[in-house]
């Protein structure tokens, strides 16, 4: 019992000094908290980047985040497009077939019949002048149109849109036709 007595007294004051040092260390944590909170509400808080970042990203006018994708894509269909336009335009879609070109081309009306002072696909005609310029000269004169002392011969022979190639072959069966 006496010891009983004993222990129990000093559970008492263990008791009583243990609560004062708890009571102690909240009101040290309480203290902490409020001092805390003080300096953070004192100091200056700067922008935190991320976030600054991720609101420049959300304000960012739309259409300006989508005008290079929408430029190149119209500008690929322009492209496409013209070549298209291009391709089509081009008559005998291209193709350098010289017989083809003279035969259903503008060559025709008057390289034949020796219209206007063509020269025919004979010796006396294309021949003679393959013969004193040379092959080159006459594809040039072809290609960019001449007055002769016989008549004009329009460039590409009117139609513009006969490629340089095309006018070679043509000439090219030209000169072979005259040699006939
Ligand atoms: C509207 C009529 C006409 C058409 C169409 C025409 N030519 Fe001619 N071409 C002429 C005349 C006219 C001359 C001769 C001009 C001269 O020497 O005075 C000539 C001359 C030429 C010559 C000789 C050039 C030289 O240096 O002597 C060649 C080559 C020729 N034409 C190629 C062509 C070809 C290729 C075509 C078709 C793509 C063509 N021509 C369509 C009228 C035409």
């Known amino acids: 019992m006496i010891q009983g007595t004993h222990v129990h007294a000093l559970d008492v004051v263990f008791l009583k000094r243990f609560s004062l040092l708890l009571a102690f260390l909240a009101a040290v944590?309480?203290?902490?908290?409020?001092a805390a909170h003080h300096l953070n509400a004192t100091m200056a808080h700067p922008a935190d980047p991320t976030i600054?970042?991720?609101?420049?990203?959300?304000?960012a006018p739309i259409g300006e985040v989508y005008a290079g994708a929408t430029g190149a894509a119209q500008q690929a269909a322009?492209?496409?497009?013209?070549q298209a336009a291009a391709a089509a335009n081009v008559p005998f879609g291209g193709r350098t077939d010289g017989a083809e070109i003279f035969n259903n081309g503008p060559c025709t009306a008057c390289h034949t019949g020796g219209v206007g002072?063509?020269?025919?696909?004979?010796?006396?005609?294309?021949?003679?002048?393959?013969?004193?310029?040379?092959?080159?000269?006459?594809?040039?004169?072809?290609?960019?149109?001449?007055?002769?002392?016989?008549?004009?011969?329009?460039?590409?022979?009117?139609?513009?849109?006969?490629?340089?190639?095309?006018?070679?072959?043509?000439?090219?069966?030209?000169?072979?036709?005259?040699?006939k």
């Open 52 to 59: 600054t970042r991720n609101t420049d990203n959300r304000i």
């Open 78 to 82: 322009a492209a496409q497009a013209a």
């Open 117 to 179: 002072g063509a020269p025919k696909l004979d010796a006396t005609g294309i021949g003679a002048r393959v013969a004193s310029q040379g092959i080159d000269e006459l594809i040039k004169k072809a290609i960019a149109g001449f007055t002769g002392s016989t008549g004009t011969m329009p460039p590409r022979g009117g139609v513009a849109g006969l490629t340089d190639d095309q006018i070679k072959a043509t000439v090219e069966y030209m000169v072979a036709q005259s040699k």
């Open 29 to 34: 944590g309480v203290g902490l908290i409020l």
